[in-house]
């Protein structure tokens, strides 16, 4: 399988827009220095892939990469088609998908621009 990450995005506090960096440094069993979502639970880093966020904007969504609130945008991986527990690598980094998805917050902006 092919793939390639496009963007790095980070936030410094929960609940904001994660915003593109040119590079992170990954803690084991932590996540991204940094970001508001690492620490101790399942969900440390999130990716989403690229064709997702083009099919957003192919319904005239105008969002950016870290708009879902992705830490990692990835293209040539569907991460909804593939089980909890695969695991991904890149470099020396190996990340093991935890879960599929998630709960948009009540009133997230895109739920409230697209409905979805």
């Known amino acids: 399988m092919s793939a390639r990450v ?4 980070i936030s410094r506090n929960k609940g904001e827009r994660k ?6 440094e990954l803690r084991e069993n932590h996540g ?6 690492a620490g101790d639970w399942h969900r440390q880093v999130s990716l989403l892939n690229q ?6 904007r192919a319904r005239g969504a105008e969002v950016t990469d870290g708009a879902f609130g992705e830490n990692l945008v990835v293209a040539g991986i569907d991460f909804s088609g ?3 527990g ?6 020396d980094v190996l990340l093991e998908m935890t879960q ?17």
């Open 32 to 37: 991204i220095v940094g970001d508001a979502h």
């Open 100 to 116: 599929i998805g998630k709960e948009c917050h009540h009133g997230c902006a895109i739920f409230q621009a697209m409905g979805d």
């Open 51 to 56: 064709e997702k966020i083009d099919a957003f």
């Open 19 to 24: 915003t593109p960096v040119a590079g992170v």
């Open 86 to 91: 695969t695991r991904y690598r890149s470099g």
């Open 6 to 9: 496009v963007a790095v995005c």
């Open 82 to 84: 593939l089980p909890v």
